[in-house]
């Protein structure tokens, strides 16, 4: 029920938390490898989005990443958790490609399993 109530949260609002500016650069993200996109999510993050937008993010995936330390008990990895926030979190202005979300979906698993390397100012 939190998880239900919190992507409505998130997918009713206009703008999506990681803004429709960073939609191309995190698509962008899909053919580079996992240190390129640690160090491409922590630019855009810090450099671009804007500050209430960080701030929410920032609780948003640290409690994700909390959440998976006890992926054991509740069978929410990184992955499962990107699968399920990720389109939440960043949409197109116009309809998403299956394609988009694999590459959605893989970025908000970079920001949940390197949160501390991304949020760290």
């Not at 996992?34 to 491409?40: G, N, Y």
Request: proline share 2%; hydrophobic share 50%; with cysteine.
């Amino acid at each position: 029920m939190a998880a239900v109530l919190l992507k409505s949260f998130l997918r009713e609002l206009t703008e999506p938390l990681l803004t429709f500016e960073l939609y191309d650069e995190i698509l962008g993200t899909s053919g580079l490898g996992a240190k390129e996109k640690v160090a491409l999510a922590k630019k855009l993050i810090l450099m671009k989005l804007p500050d209430d937008n960080y701030e929410i993010l920032n609780f948003l995936i640290r409690f994700l990443t909390e959440v998976t330390t006890y992926s054991q008990q509740n069978k929410m990895n990184a992955a499962n958790l990107a699968v399920v926030f990720g389109p939440s979190l960043i949409w197109s202005r116009n309809q998403a490609s299956l394609t988009a979300i694999d590459v959605i979906n893989a970025f908000t698993q970079i920001l949940i399993t390197h949160y501390e390397c991304i949020f760290t100012k």
